[in-house]
């Protein structure tokens, strides 16, 4: 995955990814880079003192130099890369090189195998870091492999070869896997995309465009103490169907969603509970929840439907289940239409708990 900000490459487009990730993917790039600091440290080290058996002809250096990536990788463990502008990264790869390039000067690394701590860095690169970082990091191994022409180093075919097959070669890799890391991102982040708008419409009333009736079991289940549960109902509604036809009252439903979506607190949940009946769970409301459904009411009124609302109200005691706050409420709102339709009942404690199936 890459790490830059909110930005990932995909084919010819970038596409917007999570920063959270992104930082993670600096640390965890970051922490492996270092890791492979210390074990080459550790390898040099034990060819220098281990194999080699004696401190002379350089290897005295050669010890510093391990000694060194080792450092180099300690200290590369503390950093807080994920704090840090995502390109300060790159200071990694380009030690990394600037070491294969004093081993060069001082002999310290066959040429056979520089290729191979060449693409190895390059690897890294295309693992961590976005398309084309290979391509803008190429000059910097080119220089790396230049350089020890200015300290002596005699030019042999070899080294001519490294500078015009081997750094396009592990620039060429690193692009690749880079190019592939971007576009399984892409189709993870599409993926995570396409599962949250299921996720949404499993949840989605497709006429309303508010919750459904699973979305406000779901609200009915959250309810904690000193929420409030609201359930509204549309009055006549079954006459409005019958006198203006099911197309009308679907606009109706259809209004009432909209306005509901906009008349509710963002903390607060709203849903259909089915036909013409809604729940509102007012989040920690309070004595402040017969006002806000109040205004509901009035808010819907003011628009001139073509049927009004009424409401029945009940607080959620600690303890006690949903079903029993929902038949509260339920029994709130029957007896709101008893009374005459298009106002608000509040539940009080100690009436009546029973459901009632109220008339439209």
């Excluded at 994920?82 to 990394?96: E, F, K, Q």
């Excluded at 300290?151 to 592939?180: D, Q, Y």
């Excluded at 509260?328 to 009942?345: I, P, T």
Aim: hydrophobic share 45%.
């Amino acid at each position: 995955m890459s790490p830059w900000p909110q930005l990932s490459w995909g084919g010819r487009r970038w596409v917007v990814v999570d920063p959270t990730r992104t930082r993670r993917a600096v640390e965890e790039g970051a922490r492996q880079a270092a890791w492979l600091f210390v074990v080459v440290g550790t390898l040099g080290l034990a060819n220098d003192i281990l194999l080699a058996g004696t401190f002379g002809d350089g290897a005295l250096f050669a010890v510093a130099l391990d000694t060194l990536n080792i450092a180099i990788g300690i200290t590369s463990r503390c950093v807080p890369w994920s704090r840090c502008p995502p390109r300060t990264v790159l200071v990694l790869p380009t030690l990394a090189l600037a070491n294969l390039s004093v081993n060069i000067i001082n002999g310290f690394l066959p040429s056979s195998t520089q290729g191979i701590w060449l693409v190895l860095v390059f690897v890294w690169i295309g693992q961590w870091e976005p398309p084309r970082t290979s391509i803008a990091m190429g000059p910097v191994a080119v220089t790396a492999y230049s350089v020890p022409f200015l300290f002596g180093t005699p030019v042999s075919p070899s080294a001519i070869s490294a500078i015009a097959i081997g750094v396009p070669v592990a620039v060429l890799i690193g692009e690749t896997i880079a190019r592939k890391e971007s576009a399984t991102q892409l189709a993870q982040v599409g993926q995570r995309d396409a599962l949250a708008l299921l996720a949404a419409a499993n949840l989605t009333d497709d006429l309303t465009g508010l919750g459904n009736r699973r979305q406000a079991n779901a609200l009915l289940d959250s309810m904690q103490h000193g929420d409030a549960l609201a359930v509204l109902d549309l009055d006549r509604f079954k006459e409005v169907n019958d006198r203006l036809g099911h197309q009308l009252g679907d606009q109706v439903l259809q209004a009432l969603g909209s306005y509901l979506r906009g008349a509710v607190r963002s903390a607060d949940g709203v849903a259909r509970f089915g036909g013409e009946e809604f729940v509102v769970v007012l989040r920690s409301a309070g004595g402040s929840a017969a006002d806000a459904v109040s205004r509901l009411l009035a808010g819907w009124r003011a628009t001139g439907p073509v049927t009004t609302l009424s409401a029945g109200l009940a607080e959620h005691e600690a303890g006690q289940t949903y079903d029993v706050t929902f038949a509260n409420a339920d029994a709130a709102l029957y007896q709101a239409k008893r009374d005459g339709r298009d106002q608000l009942v509040i539940h009080e404690l100690g009436s009546s708990d029973s459901s009632h199936d109220h008339a439209s």
